[in-house]
């Protein structure tokens, strides 16, 4: 099972950027990452993912044209670039990986989670 580090969260004005990395400790080629947040009194949501072979999925509307998923396998790091934050993106994000390397937006398809990153975005 890979353990996954997250990094890159902290405060930002509204329509600032933050790249979130997803640092795994071993091999995760074949696994799908996918990155999902929680707001505080909300469910976890899948925001975006990208299987092994590179495909980009989102899950969350409002962060089309936003937030771009990208993975290097020969370094085991994923990022999560977010442009033209919004208060509403505010929110705990974690990165998980799914061993079948295919995507999906419900975490309970993921198996390997990391600690979460906290995003913020307020003026």
């Known amino acids: 099972q890979l353990l996954l580090v997250e990094s890159g969260g902290g405060l930002v004005q509204p329509g600032g950027s933050l790249r979130l990395s997803c640092a795994a400790s071993g091999f995760f080629g074949y696994y799908a990452i996918g990155w999902f947040r929680q707001a505080p009194g909300k469910e976890r949501e899948g925001v975006s993912c990208?299987?092994?072979?590179?495909?980009?999925?989102k899950y969350v509307d409002s962060v089309s044209g936003r937030f771009t998923v990208s993975r290097d396998n020969a370094n085991n790091t994923a990022w999560l670039q977010m442009d033209s934050l919004k208060p509403d993106d505010t929110g705990i994000y974690y990165c998980?990986?799914?061993?079948?390397?295919?995507?999906?937006?419900?975490?309970?398809?993921?198996?390997?989670w990391g600690q979460g990153t906290q995003v913020t975005v307020s003026s």
């Open positions: 990208i299987t092994r072979a590179g495909e980009r999925l």
């Open positions: 998980a990986a799914r061993p079948n390397g295919y995507c999906s937006g419900y975490a309970v398809d993921f198996r390997s």
